[in-house]
Every structure is written in structure tokens, then in C-alpha cells.
């Protein structure tokens, strides 16, 4: 019995990393579950790109749904996603919150002048410190905040047109009816 026990271990390891393995390859690495869905997003109220003497936050949008998207003119991703932002953002019928995060006001201004300003306002986070309440990662990244103050949706990564299709626009429309 006593030589059957490596074995039984190096079994029971194998069968794990097979599991691992296996739902690894099923699941979309970009969905990184959030401890923050269905929890209230957190309080924020940071400086507005470009004006520094008004902030703008999570108090200005008390009532109302909307997406908060995580960008800085350093992240090579947000330029893959910033079309689709350009394309969506209107006919998503939310406001499109900027989270311009450990960036230059500068270079983020020129950013947005080259690539265009899909966002309703643009907030600016200099430090990281709101990101880290929000749980952010890296950027880009994506919230769907419901008219209750709750996060509905994370994305991590670029927000892509299928996102939209499949994720966001019906997420809109069952915040639109009520449903959460």
C-alpha cells in the first residue's frame, strides 16, 4: 500500500492538470470572473481630461446606465479597439465614460485627436488609485454600469464588433426593460 500512494498522487495530479488544461483551452481567457458583478461599482470622482479644475464621477451618473472604458494612449490594444468605440458608442444608447488611466493628459489629448473621441466625458486617473477599487487589470477594459450603481459586465481586452453584437447591445436593452 505504501508504494501504491506515489502513484495514487502522481494519478491525482495528472487528472488536475488535464482538468486544467482541457477548460483552459474552452474558456475565453478575456472573461476573467469579477468579484464586483451585481455588486455596487465603486465611488469615484476624478479629474476631467483637459480641465482639471472640474471632476466628474460616479455621483454625476447616479440614475443612469453606462459604460466606463479603460484607455491610454500607451496601450497598443486600445488601438484595435478604439474603431469599434467610434462605430457603437452612439447606438449603444449609454454614456461612454473614458477612464484615461496612468497617462499624460498630453499624449492622451493627442491620442484622441488622431484616432477620434468617442466618449461622452473623459475622466483622467494619473495614479491608478479608482483602477484598483474597480479592479482593473490593464486596458482596455470595460464596464457596464446599471441605472442602480451596479456592475453588470467587465471585459477584459478590446471591446470587438461581436462583443457588441452579442454581449453589450442586448445587455443595453435588458437594462432598457428593467431586467438586471
Known amino acids: 500500500m505504501a508504494r501504491a500512494i506515489p502513484l495514487i ?26 468579484p464586483l458583478i451585481d455588486k455596487p461599482a465603486p465611488a469615484f470622482s476624478l479629474p476631467v481630461l483637459n480641465d482639471a479644475t472640474r ?5 454625476d451618473l447616479k440614475g443612469k446606465p453606462y459604460l466606463l472604458n479603460v484607455f491610454g494612449s500607451w496601450c ?13 458608442a452612439k447606438e449603444l ?21 488622431r484616432f477620434g473621441n468617442p466618449y461622452d466625458v473623459i475622466v483622467t486617473d494619473r495614479v ?7 479592479g482593473v487589470y490593464g486596458a482596455p477594459e470595460t464596464f457596464l454600469v446599471d441605472s442602480n450603481g451596479k456592475i ?3 471585459r477584459i481586452g478590446p471591446v470587438t464588433p461581436e462583443y ?11 437594462l432598457r426593460s428593467g431586467m438586471p
Not at 128 to 134: Q, S
Open 9 to 34: 498522487l502522481f494519478l491525482l495530479l495528472a487528472a488536475l492538470l488535464g482538468f486544467g488544461l482541457a477548460w483552459n483551452n474552452t474558456h475565453d481567457q478575456r472573461e476573467v470572473p469579477s
Open 55 to 59: 471632476e466628474f464621477g460616479s455621483a
Open 76 to 88: 497598443p490594444s486600445c488601438v484595435d479597439e478604439h474603431p469599434v468605440l467610434m462605430r457603437h
Open 93 to 113: 444608447g449609454v454614456p461612454l465614460i473614458g477612464y484615461n488611466w496612468k497617462d499624460d493628459p498630453a499624449d492622451a489629448t493627442a491620442w484622441l485627436a
Open 128 to 134: 491608478g488609485r479608482t483602477a484598483i477599487d474597480f
Open 152 to 154: 453588470r459586465l467587465k
Open 164 to 174: 457588441v453584437e452579442k454581449v453589450l447591445k442586448p445587455a443595453v436593452l435588458a
